[in-house]
């Protein structure tokens, strides 16, 4: 059974940072696409970022770029969110999710297994 498991949400001030994880089980590691997207109240999800975990390159949607990193630790199955520069507009609750190919894709229909999600709440 594939899990994922989402940590290190919570509620930060405008400025702040979060790091969040994405602990997996179940999957080999190395093959797999993994993305973080994110969902606010009213809205659609969306992408925000991800990373081969194959060879490592990664993605951003423009807004996140130079504030966000993804990152992974293959000996502990995990990929990491680091969040800088938080803003308001960043609140939303955060998923990661695996996709059986190593390549990167922001539409999450293409993504085969998700976490249960963790909430981030930037505060103006």
């Known amino acids: 059974e594939v899990l994922l498991v989402e940590s290190g949400g919570g509620l930060v001030q405008a400025g702040g940072s979060l790091k969040l994880s994405c602990a997996t089980s179940?999957?080999?590691?190395?093959?797999?696409?993994i993305g973080w997207f994110r969902q606010a109240p009213g809205k659609e999800r969306e992408g925000v970022s991800c990373?081969?975990?194959?060879?490592?390159?990664?993605s951003y949607v423009d807004s996140v770029k130079g504030r966000f990193t993804v990152s992974k630790d293959n000996a502990r199955r995990t990929v990491y969110l680091q969040m800088n520069n938080l803003r308001p507009e960043d609140t939303a609750v955060y998923f990661c999710?695996?996709?059986?190919?190593?390549?990167?894709?922001?539409?999450?229909?293409?993504?085969?297994?998700w976490g249960q999600g963790t909430q981030v709440t930037v505060s103006s």
């Open positions: 999710a695996v996709r059986r190919f190593q390549l990167c894709a922001w539409y999450p229909n293409l993504y085969d297994y």
């Open positions: 179940g999957l080999a590691f190395d093959d797999y696409a």
């Open positions: 990373i081969s975990t194959n060879d490592g390159s990664t």
